[in-house]
């Protein structure tokens, strides 16, 4: 069967991501299950991922399991960002009560957040430090100060969820970035021609992360290694594994664009607990928004109505799109339109700053003007 170049493993080469591509894949990456949760793993969401490369799901594909994040591994590459998973089937196949289905994880929640790429150019050859001058755009990515304050703590977190605090001080129109800068920089390799992303939220949480030039030796390493190395072996060992209660793992690609098959309980069950029926107006969840489609900065809702509601869990939901298109979706993809998930839409305002915008300077000794 042919390969598609949306992949990894079997010599299918994932695909370099534009900028805001992997941005978004990055943010669909911080809001995976937490470790020692509970998901509800659907193996058919896992085959479609790559449905391209077999011909029908192996034996023993159920509906859906239960399971316990057990490890999780997120993967920074350059070219496109993953994550390996390793899931337990819960002893229990009807699952907890709803008291122990546990919270949804913490989300930079929405793909239209404001953000700004850096390109690293040079080293501080004092330290090796990256000597960084950044335009007026992160202005609109960190917090502004308060009435009479100079100094403000931040804590952004990475693509793995860590945290580091930086200190951002304000002397007049110069501001400085202080704090783990350095200790961030050695822990990711960073060097020339690295990119590095700052993004903040609609929720207001910071995240920055750092990538790897894709025409370099690693990258291109790290492409051809990607994940898995035999794909019908791990659907099959999924399947297998799933229904005698052992763990197995699976392998997530964001940018395949065909939603996460391993959910948080809380999240399926607070979407079947809703009464669905055609005519229902709806809208697509802000972090459900397709990845290679909508634009970072876009404040278009993708809303249509339901046409046909199934008995399937995963992508049980018929929906016509506002330009006319259908496709079946699963009910946590959505939100109803005019119902408790329907917060005001309003279109963000980027602020520019004028000709006397701040300058952004890493460190206590660099201060380069652009």
């Known amino acids: 069967m042919a390969g598609n170049p949306g992949g990894g493993g079997n010599g299918d080469l994932p695909p370099e991501l534009l900028p805001h591509q992997w941005i978004l894949c990055a ?3 911080t809001r995976l299950p937490p470790v020692g949760s ?3 793993y659907f193996p058919k969401g896992h085959f479609e991922q790559w449905a391209e490369h077999l011909d029908a799901p192996p034996d023993g594909h159920g509906p859906s399991v239960i399971c316990t994040v057990t490890t999780l591994d997120v993967v920074t590459a350059a070219h496109a960002p993953y994550a390996v998973v390793s899931l337990t089937p819960a002893p229990h196949p009807h699952g907890p009560h709803d008291g122990q289905l546990g919270a949804a994880p913490a989300a930079l929640a929405s793909p239209r957040p404001s953000n ?3 390109n690293i150019k ?3 050859d004092s330290d090796h430090r990256p000597s960084i001058s950044l335009t007026r755009v992160i202005y609109n990515v960190l917090p502004t100060h308060g009435s009479g304050l100079n100094t403000r703590q931040l804590v952004m977190v990475d693509i793995k969820g860590r945290p580091w605090s930086f200190t951002h001080d304000k002397d007049g129109k110069i501001h400085r970035l202080k704090g783990q800068w350095r200790a961030f920089t050695e822990d990711k390799n960073a060097g020339v021609d ?3 992303y700052f993004l903040r939220g609609s929720d207001g949480r910071l995240l920055i992360e750092l990538r ?3 025409n370099s030796q690693h990258a291109a390493a790290e492409r051809i290694a990607a994940p898995p190395p035999d794909i019908a072996q791990e659907i099959a060992e999924a399947a297998r594994l799933s229904s005698e209660g052992m763990e197995f793992t699976a ?3 964001p940018h395949k664009n065909l939603g ?3 959910v948080p309980l809380r999240e399926v069950a607070d979407a079947m607990g809703i009464q669905w029926a055609a005519g229902m107006e709806v809208r697509r969840r802000k972090d459900m928004v397709q990845h290679s489609t909508q634009p970072l900065y876009s404040s278009q809702e993708v809303t249509g109505t339901v046409r046909a509601v199934t008995d399937s869990t995963w992508r049980g939901l018929q929906v016509e799109w506002a330009d006319s298109t259908t496709s079946m979706v699963s009910a946590w993809e959505l939100d109803l339109v005019g119902g408790d998930g329907d917060p005001a839409m309003k279109k963000r305002k980027v602020d520019v700053a004028g000709p006397s915008e701040p300058v952004f300077v890493f460190g206590t000794d660099l201060a380069v003007r652009p």
């Open 27 to 29: 943010l669909d990456l």
């Open 38 to 40: 509970k998901v509800r």
């Open 116 to 118: 700004f790429l850096y």
């Open 122 to 124: 040079r080293f501080n």
């Open 194 to 196: 690295d990119e590095v």
């Open 212 to 214: 790897k030039p894709a």
């Open 251 to 253: 392998t997530y690609y």
């Open 260 to 262: 996460k098959f391993f």
